[in-house]
């Protein structure tokens, strides 16, 4: 009789219900309970490995402080978006910091702040100096360029001066005539033993002092005339 041992036992190829892994159901979008809705997701474009340009910071010479975050990588992220012509923020950004972050490392002192400091403003004068390029090649193209450009580079000789005239019904007028009404109104408001409105007097007062158009106070006596006798006991 043959033995059947534990080498040729039977296993069934059915994990146990308590091995089974659960299928996941596809994530749901959340929605907003309430309040504020979610802010969308900022998406930024990607930047890759071979666009951006070799940077090679010296050492840290910060005693404060740990370790700084401003790496060779996270430079040339902020260096190339710059360059492209991404404001100070966005760079911040792409290079996963905040941009109070980027703004301490402008003016901090040390390296390797110094050497960035001095990398950013290339970066940014390049991005000036090809705008500038362009905007000339183009100019014999489209002279208002050149006007443009002339507006903005030598403001006092090439702005624009805008005139605005009056109509010209609001400038005719006399100022003898003028004169004339008004000493009328005077002469008028003396005859009524009144003077007329809009019409400025010198008030007498102090001449420092402005006029209070409030009423005068009453003024309140504690001893009256029949308070003095005395009461009969």
């Not at 907003?32 to 969308?40: A, E, H, L, T």
Request: proline share 9%; hydrophobic share 35%; glycine share 6%.
């Amino acid at each position: 009789m043959e033995r059947i041992g534990a080498s040729h036992r039977q296993h069934s190829t059915e994990r146990s219900p308590i091995l089974k892994r659960a299928a996941r159901a596809p994530a749901r979008p959340r929605k907003p309970q309430g309040g504020r809705p979610c802010k969308p997701t900022k998406i930024l474009p990607a930047i890759r490995r071979k666009d951006l340009p070799v940077v090679h910071l010296p050492r840290q010479t910060r005693s404060q402080g740990g370790k700084t975050k401003l790496t060779n990588h996270r430079a040339a992220i902020i260096l190339h978006a710059i360059s492209c012509g991404c404001y100070r923020e966005t760079a911040a950004e792409l290079a996963s910091i905040k941009a109070e972050t980027l703004s301490h490392w402008m003016g901090w002192t040390g390296e390797p702040y110094e050497t960035f400091q001095r990398l950013v403003r290339k970066a940014e004068a390049g991005l000036e100096s090809r705008m500038v390029t362009i905007l000339t090649g183009q100019a014999e193209v489209r002279p208002e360029l050149a006007l443009a450009i002339l507006e903005r580079k030598f403001p006092q000789r090439w702005a624009k001066v805008t005139v605005v005239a009056a109509p010209s019904h609001h400038l005719n007028f006399n100022v003898a005539d003028i004169l004339q009404k008004v000493q009328e109104r005077i002469a008028q408001g003396r005859a009524q033993a009144q003077l007329p409105r809009a019409t400025i007097i010198n008030a007498a007062g102090h001449p420092t002092r402005p006029h209070d158009p409030r009423p005068p106070r009453l003024a309140v006596v504690s001893d009256l005339p029949g308070d003095s006798e005395t009461k009969p006991t």
